[in-house]
């Protein structure tokens, strides 16, 4: 038969938030307080507690930092996918006498409105444009052309 030592009692003072995230955490779990205190203690006081806490942290910048990648990736393509609408537009919309710019300017307004219905359409279905695109697309053609 093993002997089993007896444990050493504590005080301890918690604030009452504490205690009542104790209290309820025990519940949850239908242990002692005094066990999940026990464990709490020896988690904080085990030499691997940093390890953890680094594995978790380290854990955490990997997936910001996929996201900022994929943001600038994606900020990449909408500067590009800018600036060759804006010189395919500079190319191909010649300047037009006064009273024809007056009639465009107020055609403009009715076809920028249909454009906001559209993109507005399309971003609440999908799919979008950056999954579309590959993500080696620029890998694959050696750069973009201009």
């Known amino acids: 038969m093993a002997i089993r030592k007896k444990k050493a009692q504590i005080s301890v003072y918690l604030d009452p938030e504490v205690m009542t995230m104790l209290a309820d955490y025990a519940a949850r779990r239908n242990q002692s307080q005094s066990l999940v205190a026990e464990a709490a203690i020896a988690s904080f006081l085990s030499p691997d507690a940093a390890d953890r806490a680094e594995a978790a942290l380290a854990k955490r910048l990997d997936q910001i930092d996929r ?21 395919f537009w500079l190319a191909t919309t010649p300047t037009l006498p006064e009273p024809a710019a007056q009639a465009a300017r107020a055609k403009a307004g009715e076809r920028y409105d249909a454009f906001v219905t559209a993109l507005g359409r399309r971003l609440a279905k999908g799919p979008n444009l950056r999954q579309e695109i590959p993500e080696d697309v620029s890998s694959s053609t050696g750069g973009t052309e201009r």
């Open 67 to 87: 996201r900022m990648m994929r943001m600038d990736r994606d900020v990449g393509i909408a500067v590009e996918t800018l600036a060759v609408f804006i010189r």
